[in-house]
């Protein structure tokens, strides 16, 4: 039997989750260009992430700020299906990237460290749960995340994990450049064979993150500078620069290097 969000009861998780059982979570994922869903398969140990697949045609191609700068966007969204493998017990992912056309990337993402503020008397109801409130900066951003302890499973979409039961809402607090999550629908138990643990056989290809996010900005600067040097000779490029827009601005090691 499936139990879905709206119907379930609290009482059930506490006395069946003891069994290891598999949970199915389906998020809905949305920023300021597209809406998209997350699949959550999880028990008490592991966790399978799954974005959906998208494509969009983006109408709004740049915006102009208040002092005249223009911000060009992607016209053409394409979004392949990414995997997202993480346990409980430490703070690495490894996430199944599809890149470029047709190469998967498999990478390795080991955070410095996830420390969640439990925000005391703050609540929310989603669903039929009240959720408690906690926040944190990662990576450039402070996200707010709603989470209940009726269901002790310490995982939720993307890369957010580590509290005190399941995260059912998360959000960041700039409200110009928004992404937010939010739990529309639970199964329990998930009758799938679906594997949550990562395949090792794949840890020969693996790329760490940082080294992935370096040859990214070398490729990137080297295009810029193939651009500049295309232009006629009487026109000056004033500036030129590419700004992280993503869920994830600054990553550990630059930190370390300002």
Do not use: H
Request: hydrophobic share 35%; net charge positive; glycine share 4%.
């Amino acid at each position: 039997m499936k139990y879905y969000f709206y119907i379930f009861f609290s009482f059930f998780f506490a006395t069946s989750l003891a069994q290891e059982s598999n949970i199915l979570v389906e998020y809905e994922y949305e920023n300021l260009y597209y809406k998209n869903t997350e699949t959550l398969i999880a028990n008490r140990k592991n966790a399978k992430i799954i974005t959906g697949e998208l494509k969009k045609t983006n109408n709004s191609n740049y915006i102009k700020d208040s002092e005249g700068n223009y911000e060009v966007f992607q016209k053409n969204i394409f979004i392949r299906k990414q995997e997202i493998y993480t346990t409980s017990s430490n703070n690495i992912s490894y996430i199944k990237m599809p890149y470029n056309k047709k190469e998967i990337l498999f990478v390795k993402d080991s955070i410095k460290e996830i420390e969640w503020i439990l925000i005391p008397n703050e609540t929310k109801k989603i669903g039929n749960y009240i959720c408690s409130k906690a926040k944190i900066k990662f990576r450039g951003r402070e996200y707010i995340a709603y989470y209940t302890s009726e269901i002790p499973i310490a995982f939720g979409p993307w890369k957010f994990k580590g509290l005190p039961g399941l995260i059912l809402q998360v959000y960041n607090t700039e409200e110009a450049d928004k992404f937010i999550w939010t739990a529309k629908n639970i199964i329990y138990p998930f009758e799938d064979d679906t594997n949550l643990l990562w395949e090792k056989t794949l840890n020969k290809d693996l790329i760490t993150l940082e080294k992935l996010i370096k040859r990214e900005d070398d490729k990137r600067n080297e295009d810029n500078n193939v651009s500049k040097a295309r232009l006629p000779k009487d026109v000056e490029l004033v500036s030129a620069k590419t700004v992280r827009r993503g869920k994830e601005l600054i990553y550990e090691w630059e930190e370390e290097k300002q």
